[in-house]
């Protein structure tokens, strides 16, 4: 604790301070030099700058979306993924597919997790799209609302049908036209993510569980029901229950579906809204039951016995992880080439058996068979007739809409 | 206090005039201070430009943004999400005091009492810091569980009945109400509290005790006349470092609470990342700023140790 303290100085010493003090303007104390720094960030941030950074509209990239495609010279994809989505052998470092694709086209697929979140991975590379300028990556997963922005903002490039032969023939039925990218001119489903109901059947104690409803209603789950922070999957169902379409629905049915949910939190109901987190609260039942993804839920199911899941019979939310090309990516052509190596049904399967998603490609079931005879039977894989006739997607929304429709789901989440 | 003091060189005849300073030492300073201004100036002046000038801008993703001045933004968010501004400082205070409360006499027996387990104890202090802040907040949602044991025992001892009256916890559960995310807030900041608290404990002369006790003063007294006085400085610095960041917080808010216990930094992350409306989230930032600039200027005014933190 030295402080200054002049009048309780030898002479000597208050010689040395003054030493150290004087010389006027190059004497440096502390706040003379918070003082300069507010000056000089103030100075260089004067308002001019301020006006000066604004943020430019999107889609209106110099040079156009594409850049020169060095897929010929370069042998390589960068690829990059959502965590643990991708076949792996029991070391853990060697993913058998990009194995297998490499030798036969050799393309090294330069494979990278390093997707959480769509909407922070958003935040990461909406600066260089914005810029115009290449992301380093060549190969994206993005849920559907967010493949549907990055097609409306012209931040992802057109596919090749040319490159996609298997891509085109080998293409679920039910995944071939979203109403945000028809005909699938722009990307190809990685996997399907169908959106149903989990519980937990020793916190449940016998309670019966079997729709929407059920959830925000049954006053013997209060504050044990969980509900999805994604939006699209908490409002769909919402509505699905309601019986509207999340396909065909209007303002005031969005409006009702959230007054509806906002009913069951204020009565505290609804326990939180959360992301991938519900996992660990209904296995440790502080769920009894929750809206929950279905991958997820094959997962928890062969971990924890108590675990179950039920298709509402209003039906079901299915969305997509789709694969897209970014703008200026270097190797369209390599990344085109992977999309199509894996609507080969034979490399489906051993995606499919590995991640327990639903396979977007036709004609996966006997090779899956062949790997994994319970996967092969299990709806949630790969879908039954009735299965699809349940599965509905939400559709896409305008800039508008998706403003307005997210600020009152935050509303409703408590932020 | 001063080591000048304490020590003071032989007096006598002065040391021989000064010489004059070398014209080279003159702009020394300036050179060592280079990297750090540059440091501060890309992270932390220009950013802050950058969020300054989004806050007052409108537009959206398609049309872009342009800078509109339009100051209105600060008034709408102010008026959006005065609660969730209120329960960040509650929250935080709460937290703040509780880490004092626990902190206080932890670093008070680590600094006078703990003898050769003292660095063990450090260690045991700092050890949590080994691991990452979200794993740690998760760790809680294990510990506080419905079905475990602290629940469990917290509801035979009817400890739940009591908050749950105060409208710290709903119904027979802690985890999704204020009270767990309070208790997170308070774990995972207690070591900023506790660090500083014992490195002005730690300089405390020891015969100043002996002083106090030659001077007929009870323990108690010597604790309230000496002792805390002196520590001041640690409690000033430790409420700040504990105050600041909670107040801001929103990973505890998130793993830990409801909807009805968002915080501020809760909702300037769904405006930004979900809703993508960047101005509002960039009010929301300069207000929590301001306010909290304002509530610490106060504080150490009141409290009036400006020199020592």
């Known amino acids: 604790m030295e402080q200054y303290e002049p009048e309780r100085l030898t002479p000597p010493q208050a010689a040395a301070l003054r030493r150290g003090l004087r010389g006027g303007r190059a004497a440096l104390t502390r706040r003379s030099l918070l003082r300069a720094a507010t000056g000089g960030a103030l100075a260089a941030g004067g308002l001019g700058t301020l006006a000066a950074c604004g943020i430019p509209a999107a889609g209106k990239n110099q040079g156009g979306t594409s850049a020169q495609d060095h897929s010929a010279t370069e042998k390589v994809v960068n690829f990059s993924n959502w965590t643990e989505y991708l076949d792996v052998d029991d070391s853990g470092k060697h993913h058998p597919t990009l194995e297998t694709f490499r030798g036969r086209t050799g393309i090294t697929v330069d494979y990278t997790e390093d997707i959480n979140d769509n909407n922070e991975f958003f935040g990461k590379i909406k600066p260089q799209l914005a810029a115009g300028q290449d992301t380093g990556r060549d190969l994206i997963v993005l849920t559907d609302w967010l493949a549907a922005r990055m097609i409306r903002l012209g931040w992802v490039q057109k596919l090749d049908p040319s490159h996609l032969p298997h891509a085109y023939t080998n293409l679920s039925a039910q995944f071939r036209d979203p109403d945000w990218d028809p005909g699938r001119a722009y990307s190809y489903p990685w996997q399907g993510i169908s959106t149903v109901i989990a519980f937990n059947k020793k916190a449940l104690d016998g309670i019966e569980v079997r729709s929407v409803s059920d959830l925000l209603d049954n006053p013997r789950l209060k504050g044990r029901v969980g509900f999805l922070s994604e939006m699209r999957d908490s409002v769909g169902m919402t509505l699905l229950d309601m019986g509207k379409d999340p396909a065909r629905f209007t303002d005031d049915d969005y409006d009702a579906a959230i007054a509806r949910l906002q009913k069951a939190v204020d009565k505290g109901q609804i326990r939180r809204f959360t992301g991938n987190d519900y996992t660990s609260d209904l296995s440790k039942g502080d769920f009894a039951a929750c809206i929950a993804w279905a991958g997820d839920v094959v997962q928890l199911t062969s971990d924890n016995p108590h675990i179950d899941f039920v298709i509402p019979d209003s039906g079901y939310v299915t969305s997509t992880d789709n694969l897209c090309v970014p703008n200026k990516a270097r190797h369209k052509t390599n990344a085109e080439r992977l999309i199509d190596f894996y609507y080969e049904p034979a490399q489906a399967a051993a995606l499919a058996a590995y991640i327990n998603y639903v396979t977007p490609v036709d004609g996966v079931k006997p090779y899956l068979a062949k790997i994994d005879r319970d996967a092969a039977d299990n709806p949630l894989i790969v879908p039954d007739k009735a299965m699809q006739a349940k599965s509905h997607a939400f559709r896409s929304l305008s800039q508008k809409e998706e403003t307005a429709y997210e600020g009152k789901f935050a509303k409703l989440t408590g932020a | ?309």
């Open chain 2, 1 to 309: 206090m001063s080591t000048l003091t304490e020590a003071p060189p032989p007096l006598g005849p002065a040391a021989p005039e000064e010489k004059p300073p070398r014209r080279r030492g003159r702009f020394t300073p300036y050179w060592l201070l280079l990297p750090g201004m540059l440091w501060l100036i890309v992270f932390f002046a220009l950013p802050m430009v950058y969020q300054a000038s989004t806050s007052v801008q409108q537009g959206s993703l398609e049309q872009g943004y342009k800078v509109t001045w339009h100051f209105a933004t600060y008034w709408d968010a102010l008026n959006a999400y005065w609660p969730q501004f209120l329960r960040s400082v509650c929250y935080a205070a709460a937290a703040t005091v509780l880490c004092l409360l626990l902190g206080y006499p932890l670093a008070y027996l680590i600094a006078f009492r703990a003898g050769r387990w003292r660095n063990l104890i450090m260690i045991l202090v700092i050890a949590p810091f080994f691991t990452s802040f979200l794993i740690r907040t998760l760790a809680w949602k294990t510990i506080l569980a419905d079905n475990g044991p602290v629940v469990h025992a917290l509801n035979t001892l009817h400890v739940l009945d009591l908050t749950g009256w105060l409208g710290w916890t709903a119904g027979d559960r802690v985890l999704a109400t204020p009270l767990a995310v309070v208790c997170g807030l308070t774990y995972n900041f207690l070591p900023f509290m506790i660090l500083p608290l014992y490195t002005s404990l730690e300089r405390i002369d020891g015969r100043l005790h002996e002083a106090a006790g030659d001077l007929y003063a009870r323990p108690w007294t010597t604790f309230r006349k000496v002792t805390f006085p002196l520590s001041m400085p640690g409690v000033v610095s430790g409420t700040l470092l504990t105050f600041i960041p909670a107040a801001g917080d929103y990973v505890n808010a998130e793993l830990l609470g409801s909807t009805d216990t968002r915080m501020i930094g809760n909702v300037i992350q769904t405006q930004f990342l979900r809703v993508l409306d960047y101005p509002t989230a960039a009010a929301l930032s300069f207000i929590l700023m301001a306010a909290i600039l304002a509530m610490v200027t106060l504080y150490i005014r009141r409290s009036g140790t400006e020199d020592l933190v």
